[in-house]
């Protein structure tokens, strides 16, 4: 077996991987128990070591009905706003997200300029728009790229996607790219069935195969591929694995953050955290909403955000990794102010928020502004490249760090984008 990942023009995809190897303080601290035994092991974690959590809602959640509601507008819908305990207002459906807006902070002049799914997700994933000449490197890889200086002993993925797949590592290199598991922790074709020793026997051949083909200079891919090989074996034999191991956590945190794959996935993301990795994606797909957006958002999508993203939150605060973890909610786009004839919303890119807290920037603020019926904004508008570079800046990643692409174009990372203030000051 060999890491799942999102297959990219310049790297290689999983079938050629797949060919080269086969009472909340005694819920806390019970659970907590986890944590400290695996730092113990593995000694990863360190002072002020940073990571990121990203919470993608794939599809484009409707923005207006969630984080900026316009009450008594004919563009605003039935759902009503209420208090948190930040300075924002958000809907009456997120009741226990209003609880954790002291942590969290709404950035509401969002105005990016790619309303169409494949383009507007790497957008965001990137800070970058589509090229058909180069492949940007996601916030994932990037993150995990200038993070992992200091974990050295960290022998699972730095990059790990739960629950669906993420954008790829781009001029990067495989190395970069993610590595997808589903929410229950489970890792396709990861048990080989193999004794330890023929297992062992089996990557020593491989591994001599490798070298040689490496040795007649065979380029960047056949470097990755043998790097990914080795990070492969690590992972198949490293206890580290048993962050994976979502099964294991006690019944009451299991019920805090909800019997859901996305309350399982934002489990195991501070699980993932909590054992230093930089950078976990968990996917909360099914945002599309063209018709009867209301009534889907109340009753299936906003339930299921409720409870994880706010256990998430809650967790992380708990066990003091919020100060060094960076949360950022977002989706590729948001939805019309207009409802259109199907009681739904259509892709909007022009006016829309996201959400961000943790690793040191402020919470609960709202920041920029839109119209009374948000059909544009009227503050500062931000982008994905700032959305990025914010990020970056609260994870101690310098922003004036530049690749190299494969075609020798300098690339600054966030693409040169701008710092929201009002986050970092």
């Not at 890491?3 to 080269?20: D, I, K, V």
């Not at 113990?40 to 990203?54: G, M, T």
């Not at 605003?76 to 809907?91: C, D, E, H, K, V």
């Not at 509401?108 to 507007?120: F, I, K, L, P």
């Amino acid at each position: 077996m060999l890491w799942t990942h999102n297959a990219t023009p310049a790297g290689m995809n999983r079938r050629h991987f797949l060919s080269h190897a086969a009472g909340a303080s005694a819920l806390f601290s019970t659970s907590l128990a986890f944590g400290q035994s695996l730092r113990a092991q593995a000694n990863l974690l360190k002072k002020n070591q940073k990571s990121a959590i990203l919470l993608w809602m794939g599809g484009g959640p409707a923005t207006i009905d969630l984080w900026d509601l316009k009450p008594g507008a004919p563009t605003g819908g039935p759902f009503r706003p209420i208090s948190t305990s930040g300075n924002a207002q958000i809907s009456e459906h997120l009741p226990k997200v209003a609880q954790q807006m002291h942590h969290l902070s709404i950035v509401r002049s969002m105005s990016t300029r790619e309303a169409d799914h494949n383009r507007g997700r790497y957008y965001m994933h990137t800070g970058f728009v589509p090229d058909p000449n180069i492949e940007h490197p996601s916030y994932g890889s990037v993150i995990a790229h200038e993070l992992m200086a200091d974990r050295e002993a960290l022998q699972i993925p730095p990059f790990i996607s739960v629950g669906g797949a993420s954008e790829g590592p781009g001029f990067l290199g495989m190395a970069w790219a993610p590595f997808s598991v589903g929410s229950d922790g489970r890792i396709k074709n990861l048990d080989m069935g193999l004794p330890d020793a023929r297992l062992a026997r089996r990557v020593q051949a491989l591994n001599l195969l490798e070298k040689n083909f490496v040795s007649q200079q065979r380029g960047m891919a056949a470097a990755d591929h043998m790097q990914v090989l080795k990070k492969t074996y690590d992972l198949m034999t490293s206890p580290q694995m048993k962050a994976f191991e979502v099964s294991s956590e006690p019944e009451a945190m299991k019920e805090l953050y909800g019997d859901s794959g996305f309350g399982r996935g934002c489990m195991m993301a501070r699980r993932l955290v909590e054992a230093g990795v930089p950078f976990v994606e968990v996917d909360l797909g099914g945002w599309d909403n063209h018709q009867n957006i209301h009534a889907t958002l109340k009753d299936d999508k906003l339930p299921v955000l409720d409870q994880a993203m706010s256990a998430l939150v809650q967790d992380l605060a708990q066990r003091e990794l919020l100060q060094n973890t960076a949360v950022i909610w977002m989706g590729e786009f948001g939805r019309t102010p207009t409802i259109n004839g199907n009681a739904g919303r259509d892709h909007w890119a022009k006016s829309w928020s996201v959400v961000v807290g943790g690793a040191g920037m402020n919470g609960g603020l709202a920041i920029g502004a839109t119209d009374s019926e948000g059909r544009s904004v009227v503050s500062e508008p931000y982008s994905a490249e700032d959305l990025m570079a914010t990020v970056c800046k609260s994870l101690g990643i310098s922003l004036t760090t530049t690749y190299q692409s494969k075609n020798g174009r300098p690339m600054t990372i966030a693409n040169g984008g701008k710092v929201i203030r009002e986050l970092l000051a």
